[in-house]
């Protein structure tokens, strides 16, 4: 049997099992593979039972076995396709991240590692809110992940996470629930995004604009704009004070049909239609109404 049946491989195992069936110590469910006449392997699940004759000799071995060749080969498909998604989630150059139904990381892909500076062996286990989110974020972090636990999901969602040096990064993390085979809940899974040179130049940009705001507010200047269909939406101090109307007065009104004169109106708005389209126009002088009904001349 051995020796015609079985491949090289399994042989001395094979052996060694039917020869302690021989000797009265049989074997439940041993995996034994065998080759078909046409060359073809197929995997028998057997029980190695030991044959006794009449006087209680042993005499050989019989075995009851089952034909389990079509469920090791899903079983290969499955470890094959489990060893893919491993290596995937692990490559991936996005941050992955996954917790258990405690809220402990069980997940943790090599991106996470290189942007947090945590390998995975020193935050699996952990508590991903408790240990490692900024503490003014916990509770809203914590409510979306118990949110995914329960099954409802959350696109987008920004979180700060402290580095192993103590710096902050901003990760944008969709979280999805995790189910087993039965379809019960077992944890979540996150897919991220490094958001944090973002977020820096977001925050730039607002404190460039804050400047720009105040410089136009504070300048000894009278600074007025309009958009495009010609109505007031800039007004600082200075042209207030000019004037006399404040900004809330004169926000969202057509500048040239309210405070310009008859006279000049139609040379106003051909100035302000040129710089609309591209042409800037330098010291032009434009005559302005006060609040008071005074004339004053703005260059």
Partial sequence: LVDEYISDEFRESVRQVLDDALHGQQTDNYQ???????????????????????????VGVVGVGQDISARKNAE?????????????????????????????????????AEITGYAKDEVVGCYLVRDFIIDEYKTAVNGVLHK???????????FPFVTKSGERVEILLNATKRTDREGKIVGMVGVGQDITELKRGQAELTRVANDLQLLIETANAPIFGIGAHGRVNEWNRKMAAITGFSKDEVFGKDLVDEYISDEFRESVRQVLDDALHGQQTDNYQVPLFTKHGDRVEVL
């Fill in 32 to 58: 034994v593979p065998l080759f078909t006449k046409h060359g073809d392997r197929v995997e028998v699940l057997l029980n190695a039972t030991t044959r006794v004759d009449a006087a209680g000799t042993i």
């Fill in 76 to 112: 290969t498909r499955v470890s094959m396709l489990a060893a893919d998604l491993r290596l995937l989630i692990d490559s991936a150059n996005a941050p992955i991240i996954g917790i258990d139904a405690f809220g402990c990381v069980n997940e943790w892909n090599n991106k996470a």
């Fill in 148 to 158: 995914a636990l329960e099954g409802s999901e959350t696109d987008n969602f920004e």
